[in-house]
Nanobody, 126 residues
Framework: QVQLVESGGGLVQAGGSLRLSCAAS????????MGWFRQAPGKEREFVAA????????DYPNSVKGRFTISRDKARNALYLQMNSLKPGDTAVYYC???????????????????WGQGTQVTVSS
């Protein structure tokens, strides 16, 4: 059974930092793209970051570019999201996602991902 488990969320003041982790089990994703999405109350799920299967390519929306960094550790089958200069608008539940297709490059579309974690809450206070 494939599981993605996020951790590292919490409450932080504006301008602070958090590092989210996603531990994968039940399947190795070293040859698959992975990503982070977020969903705030009353809003649709939103793309945050993606990383290609090789780790050589990353993608971010303008809203987080320059503040967030996605990375992966294939040996640990893990995904990370370093979030700096956090803003109240970043408050949301953050989800880790993985593509079951191999050699994938990543996508901004949530429908391209086959596996999802349960989410971790990030709250940024002003």
């Amino acid at each position: 059974q494939v599981q993605l488990v996020e951790s590292g969320g919490g409450l932080v003041q504006a301008g602070g930092s958090l590092r989210l982790s996603c531990a994968a089990s039940g399947r190795a994703f070293m040859r698959s793209a992975m990503g982070w999405f977020r969903q705030a109350p009353g809003k649709e799920r939103e793309f945050v970051a993606a990383i290609s299967w090789s780790g050589s390519s990353t993608d971010y929306p303008n809203s987080v570019k320059g503040r967030f960094t996605i990375s992966r550790d294939k040996a640990r089958n893990a995904l990370y999201l370093q979030m700096n200069s956090l803003k109240p608008g970043d408050t949301a539940v953050y989800y880790c996602a993985a593509d079951k297709e191999e050699l994938s490059s990543g996508s901004r579309r949530s429908s391209r991902y086959d596996y999802w974690g349960q989410g971790t809450q990030v709250t940024v206070s002003s």
